[in-house]
């Protein structure tokens, strides 16, 4: 009896050892550092490996490492393509920036056939901004950081060299009147401001002054209206003055517009305004009819995109490019 209860014992203490090592080799439903998903722990959420996405961050690493630098300031080198052709803008005829701009560079009556052509200062701006590969002219006066002012013959258009005469790209700002206008107080007085310790600080903030030295405004707290009317390079200037003068004359209202150099000239002699603004001198003919009287000096800036990397021209090659014998950008290399 003892002997059978003996085997019956070890029996059983063999069985539950089976059961034990069966226990050990069943199946798992995951593997070694397994997710709960079946993936690996390595694996990213889209189901990359960690390694896959490791690798894909070393390639991009090398991709930007391999960009091509300016050896200078490591700066990305420009894919400007200078084979492109020159988008050439320029002011309508009649306009002072214009004229003053062909005379200078002896562009002349020789402007390119395939220029396009602008009636407005912020025209120009806006052509030249939203295209690489465009080129063309505004006041210094009306430059911003959507676009590039090139240098001149190796000067920056700044105001401090027009005053000292050293960018040869310059005019003067100015206004006319017609003999009966200069004899309307409201008229002289407003001309006066302009030429005023006051106004010439008001010109001094975008442009270049004519008179260091002016002596202070005399207020005389007038009353009545005037039309001023002319240059889109001008414009801007008188909107400023404009408004400092009626502070000191609230009882006057000064209505401004624009049309051009030419269109003031012209509506100055026929009275049909108070007061022309142009942004070049009179003619011979012209002075015969009207009294200018400069108000500000200002350079006229060869502009292009930012994204050009030119960064300076000589008065010779603007002439060539604005005549059309250069046509693309490589033609300056």
């Known amino acids: 009896m003892k002997k059978l209860l003996l085997i ?6 063999l069985a539950l050892s089976l ?3 069966g226990g050990d080799d069943a199946p798992d ?40 630098t300016d050896p200078a300031d490591g700066s990305p080198i420009s894919d400007f393509d200078t084979d492109r052709v020159i988008a050439v803008n320029t002011r309508e005829e009649g306009s002072g920036t214009r004229d003053a701009f062909i005379s200078i560079t002896g562009v002349g009556d020789d402007m390119y056939a395939e220029a396009v052509v602008d009636e407005s200062t912020s025209g120009i701006l806006t052509k030249v901004q939203s295209n690489d590969y465009a080129i063309g002219y505004v006041s210094i006066g009306s430059l911003n950081d959507s676009v590039k002012a090139l240098t001149i013959d190796g000067v920056v258009p700044s105001h401090e060299n027009v005053f000292n005469g050293t960018y040869g790209i310059q005019r003067p700002l100015l206004v006319c009147v017609n003999a009966e206008k200069a004899q309307v107080e409201l008229v002289s007085d407003f001309i006066a401001f302009m030429l005023s310790a006051e106004g ?7 442009w270049t002054k004519v008179d260091e030295d002016a002596p202070e405004y005399e207020t005389k707290s007038l009353s009545g209206s ?11 200037l008188m909107q400023r003055l404009r408004q400092a003068y009626l502070v000191h004359n609230p009882n006057v209202t000064i209505e401004i517009s624009g049309g051009g150099s030419g269109t003031g ?12 603004m142009s942004s070049r001198a009179l ?10 009287t400069d108000i500000a000096l200002d350079g006229v800036a ?10 300076g021209l000589t008065i010779a090659q603007v002439k060539l490019i604005f005549t059309g014998e250069i046509t693309k950008w490589s033609g300056l290399e």
């Open 29 to 68: 439903n995951t593997t070694s550092g397994a997710s709960p998903s079946g993936t690996t722990a390595d694996a990213s959420p889209d189901g990359t490996t960690a390694g896959n996405a490791t690798d894909a961050t070393e390639s991009a690493t090398e991709t930007t490492d391999d960009a091509a």
């Open 265 to 276: 000239i012209n509506e100055a002699t026929s009275g049909v305004i108070d007061i022309g």
């Open 302 to 311: 060869v502009i292009v995109n930012p994204n050009n990397p030119i960064e």
């Open 226 to 236: 005037l039309k001023v009317g002319g240059s889109t390079s001008v414009e801007p």
């Open 8 to 13: 019956l014992s070890l029996s059983l203490t």
């Open 200 to 206: 010439q600080e008001i010109v001094s903030t975008s």
């Open 283 to 292: 003619r011979d003919n012209e002075k015969e009819a009207l009294t200018p």
């Open 19 to 21: 059961v034990a090592c």
